[in-house]
C-alpha cells in the first residue's frame, strides 16, 4: 500500500497522467453509487474484471468495491469519524462529478492502492482513492477480501487527511489497518501487519525503519485494536481529533491516553506475550492465537544482561529454571519488569510486576518462565540496564561470609556481579531471536 499524505505533494489523477496512470489505448467508464464513483477501463491494459454475472451492464467486481465503499462509510461514520472532505469544499470538482473517485488501475504488482491528495485547506486535503484493477497474482485469500482490505484502508486515509494531512507513518498507517480490522475484523491482512510488528518489539512504536514506509509502520494497527479492547473504538476517533490541537503525532496520541498511558503500554507489551503458542491462559486479544513472531532477545539458565531499553518498547527474555532460589539484580531505572511462569509454553499471569528495586528473589519451581521488560516515556530518552536474572544473580549469605574473610563484602558482591556482566556481555554476541 501507498499513501501520500502531503500537503507539498499532490497527486495527479490516473486519468490525468499520475504515477499510476490509465493508458491511451484505455476504454474508460463509471458507475456511481451513493457516494462513489468508480472509474474503470473495459478495454486496454488497465482493463478491470469484466464478468457481469446479473448483466446490468456494470463488471460484479465494480459494483462490489462501490458497495463496499458505502459500507465503509456508514460503519466509519457510526464510529464517529468525519466524512472525508469534498472536493468542492477545497475549491475542485475532479471526476465529472463531486463523489469521492475510485479509480481501479493495474499497479504491476509493486502496490495495490493509495490515497492522493487533490488539494488542501491548511493542513486538511481532499483526495482520491486508486486501488488495483483486478488483484491477479496478489496472495489475497479471496477477491472479495482483497476489496474489504484496500477500501476501507484507502477511504480512511482519506478520513485521516479531514484531520491532518501531516500524520506520521506509524500513525497514519497503524490507524489505516486497524481500520480495516475494526470493519471486517476476520481480515487476515491485519494479522499479518500485527505479527510483523511483534517481530520488533524492541523498536519505539513511533519510531519505525528509516526509508520508505515498511511492514512495521502498518503493524501498529495492533497497538490500536488492543486499545480497542480497553476504551472502545471511539478512542481512535479521539486520537484524530487531537490532531486539532497538537501536531506531533506522538503528543496527539499521549494527549488523550493522559495519565493512563503507563498502565496502558505495560498491560500492552503484556497482552502481546500472551500471542500464538504462549497463548490461552493470560488476558489478551480474542485472535490472540492467530498471532505470530514474537522475537526473544535471550534465553538461557542465566540472563546476565547490558540491555538498552528505548521508549514506547518492550523486550522478552526467556529463562529456563531449574527450580528453588531464583535471583534477579538491576540498575536503577523506569523499565517495568514482569516475571511469567509456563504451562504447555503457555504463558500465565505474572509472578510478580516490579520497577526500580534492585534486588529481588524467589522461591519458584523448575520450568520455563518469561520476562518482560518494558519503558513508556515520551522524552524521548532510552534507558541501559544491567540486570541479572539466575541462581546465582547476588551472593547468599554463606557466599557472602566467605567474600568477606577474602576481599570484603562489598568488594566481593562488585566483582561478582562484574564477573556475570561480562559473560553476559561475552553471550550478546551469540545473540538470538526466538520466532515461532
Request: hydrophobic content about 40%.
Amino acid at each position: 500500500m501507498i499513501l501520500f499524505l502531503s500537503t507539498w505533494a499532490m497527486a495527479e489523477r490516473p486519468d490525468e497522467g499520475g504515477f499510476f496512470s490509465y493508458s491511451d489505448t484505455d476504454v474508460l467508464a463509471y458507475y456511481d453509487l451513493g457516494s462513489f464513483r468508480i472509474h474503470y477501463s473495459v478495454e486496454g491494459p488497465n482493463q478491470t474484471i469484466l464478468e457481469d454475472t446479473d448483466t446490468n451492464g456494470i463488471p460484479d467486481f465494480v459494483e462490489e468495491v462501490a458497495l463496499t465503499a458505502e459500507e465503509v462509510l456508514t460503519v466509519f461514520e457510526e464510529t464517529g469519524f468525519r466524512r472525508p472532505l469534498t472536493e468542492v469544499e477545497v475549491g475542485l470538482e475532479l471526476g465529472g462529478s463531486p463523489a469521492f473517485d475510485y479509480y481501479l488501475v493495474d499497479f504491476g504488482g509493486s502496490s495495490d492502492g493509495m490515497f492522493g491528495i487533490d488539494g488542501c485547506i491548511g493542513v486538511r486535503c481532499a483526495g482520491h482513492m486508486v486501488i488495483e484493477n483486478d488483484f491477479s497474482g496478489y496472495g489475497y485469500a479471496s477477491l472479495a477480501e482483497a476489496i474489504s482490505v484496500l477500501v476501507s484502508h484507502e477511504f480512511f486515509h482519506a478520513i485521516q487527511a479531514s484531520y491532518s494531512s501531516e500524520m506520521e507513518s506509524w500513525i497514519s498507517e497503524g490507524t489505516a489497518v486497524w481500520a480495516e480490522h475494526m470493519f471486517e475484523p476476520e481480515v487476515h491482512d491485519f494479522l499479518a501487519f500485527s505479527s510483523a510488528y511483534l517481530a520488533d518489539t524492541e523498536r519505539s512504536i513511533n519510531r519505525p525503519p528509516a526509508g520508505m514506509t515498511t511492514a512495521f509502520s502498518y503493524g501498529t494497527a495492533i497497538w490500536f485494536a488492543y486499545l480497542q479492547e480497553k476504551h472502545g473504538e471511539e478512542i481512535v476517533v479521539s486520537i484524530l481529533e487531537a490532531f486539532e490541537h497538537e501536531d506531533d503525532s506522538l503528543q496527539a496520541m499521549l494527549l488523550v491516553l493522559e495519565e493512563d498511558t503507563h498502565e496502558l503500554w505495560t498491560e500492552f507489551t503484556r497482552w502481546n506475550l500472551a500471542t500464538g503458542l504462549r497463548a490461552g491462559e493470560m488476558e489478551s486479544y480474542p485472535y490472540a492465537d492467530r498471532l505470530h513472531g514474537l522475537a526473544f532477545a535471550e534465553d538461557g539458565a542465566q540472563l546476565v544482561e547490558d540491555h538498552r531499553f528505548y521508549p514506547f518498547s518492550a523486550s522478552y527474555f526467556i529463562l529456563e529454571h531449574a527450580g528453588g532460589t531464583l535471583k534477579f539484580t538491576a540498575e536503577d531505572g523506569d523499565v517495568v519488569f514482569s516475571l511469567h511462569p509456563t504451562a504447555d509454553r503457555r504463558a500465565l499471569p505474572e509472578v510478580e510486576r516490579w520497577s526500580g528495586e534492585k534486588q529481588k528473589s524467589w522461591e519458584l519451581s523448575a520450568g520455563e518462565y518469561f520476562l518482560v521488560g518494558s519503558l513508556a516515556e515520551s522524552n524521548g530518552s532510552s534507558q541501559k540496564i544491567e540486570f541479572c536474572l539466575g541462581p546465582r544473580c547476588f551472593p547468599d549469605e554463606e557466599e557472602e561470609e566467605l567474600h568477606k574473610e577474602g576481599c570484603g563484602g562489598e568488594q566481593a558482591y562488585f566483582f561478582a556481579l562484574l564477573g556475570l556482566v561480562i559473560v553476559g556481555r561475552a553471550k550478546r554476541s551469540a545473540r538470538i531471536s526466538h520466532e515461532e
